[in-house]
């Protein structure tokens, strides 16, 4: 069963770019890491400002090792020193029946 982290933020004012840039390391991160099927970052389509993070595991323990790494506690706590309090971290599986379209493929 897929399992999926979901992580929203806003940056502080004028730490945008600090924001994205370990944001995007976190991702390119996790690419490397076994048991990640897909890891992406996004931005709010509205004017919101929030950006984050999605990635699709294996397992949750595929998730919860990548998480522990080093390099990934080091990003991730740089990360909290540039957006605002309140940030989410969620965690999803995916239920009942799907297409079965790949993870990332054009609808």
């Known amino acids: 069963m897929t ?4 992580s929203t933020m806003t940056a502080l004012a004028g730490r945008e770019e600090e ?5 995007q390391e976190l991702v390119d991160f996790y690419r490397t890491q076994e048991g990640c099927l897909s890891s992406h970052f996004v931005n709010a389509a509205d004017r919101s400002g929030e950006q984050g993070r999605i990635s699709f595991w294996i397992s949750e323990r595929a998730a919860n090792e990548a998480a522990t790494q080093e390099r990934s506690l080091q990003l991730r706590s740089s990360l ?6 309140g940030h ?7 239920a009942g029946a799907t297409n079965d379209a790949a993870v990332g493929s054009a609808v």
């Not at 909290?80 to 309090?85: A, I, M, N, P």
């Not at 989410?88 to 995916?94: E, L, V």
């Open 88 to 94: 989410q971290d969620r965690s999803f599986t995916i």
């Open 3 to 6: 399992y999926i982290r979901v």
């Open 80 to 85: 909290h020193l540039v957006v605002r309090r």
């Open 19 to 23: 924001a994205s840039r370990v944001n």
